[in-house]
């Protein structure tokens, strides 16, 4: 994402897993109201994963939000996961997906935890995942922290729904610990910004912590 957007995201599942409870069945897939953008805050996740030598945590790389994935989302309950058995990425379209992406295990897990349940062939899906994130603007200040700082989780999401011109609720904050996971984008299936609904988990406190990019 750098563009607006930290360019190469993030790293593997430990972010995923504030997902809740969730469906594994094989009838899900194309179930589903609206799709979830994740873009994960690098500098808290490398923090915490000293051990990550992906390229989202190479010293100088300068990652802010990366990209971890489109998620099928439902407007209530649990989320479909894991919809099928499905062989694994082909490999033109992973050397692609490492333009934004920073490793081939998390583009196979992204496609075997969400993607299956999208109704979506694995190139048309992430061919869908990359658009989507594309399409986020990032305000400027965050990929430019130089210092930690705390954010109100309410400023954090408003700040991104005016520089996208998105409604009010199509942002929301996951936090853990009062640190600042990731920022969540609820968007149509046509890629529409749109209010996320219940099912999406808010952070539960007024601010959050932020490192500055390495």
Not at 198 to 212: T, Y
Request: charge should be negative; proline fraction near 8%; charged fraction near 20%.
């Amino acid at each position: 994402m750098k563009r607006s957007v930290t360019s190469i995201p993030l790293a593997p599942s430990a972010f995923a897993k504030h997902h809740h409870h969730h469906r594994d069945a094989e009838a899900d897939g194309g179930q589903f109201d609206y799709y979830l953008l994740s873009l994960s805050w690098a500098p808290n996740y490398c923090a915490g994963h000293p051990s990550d030598h992906s390229s989202e945590c190479r010293i100088g790389g300068h990652r802010a939000f990366v990209l971890h994935g489109l998620w099928p989302q439902v407007n209530s309950g649990a989320p479909p996961m894991s919809c099928s058995t499905a062989p694994p990425v082909a490999a033109a379209t992973v050397d692609h997906l490492l333009n934004f992406m920073p490793s081939r295990g998390l583009i196979q897990h992204e496609w075997q935890k969400h993607g299956t349940c999208s109704g979506l062939s694995a190139q048309d899906y992430f061919a869908r995942v990359e658009q989507a994130f594309k399409k986020v603007q990032v305000p400027e200040q965050y990929p430019k922290l130089d210092h930690e700082q705390h954010f109100s989780v309410t400023d954090l999401e408003r700040s991104f729904a005016d520089a996208n011109h998105a409604p009010p609720h199509a942002f929301r904050v996951s936090c853990h610990a009062g640190e600042l996971v990731s920022l969540e984008v609820c968007v149509d299936k046509n890629l529409q910004y749109q209010n996320c609904t219940q099912s999406v988990r808010e952070c539960p406190v007024n601010q959050v912590d932020m490192r500055p990019p390495q």
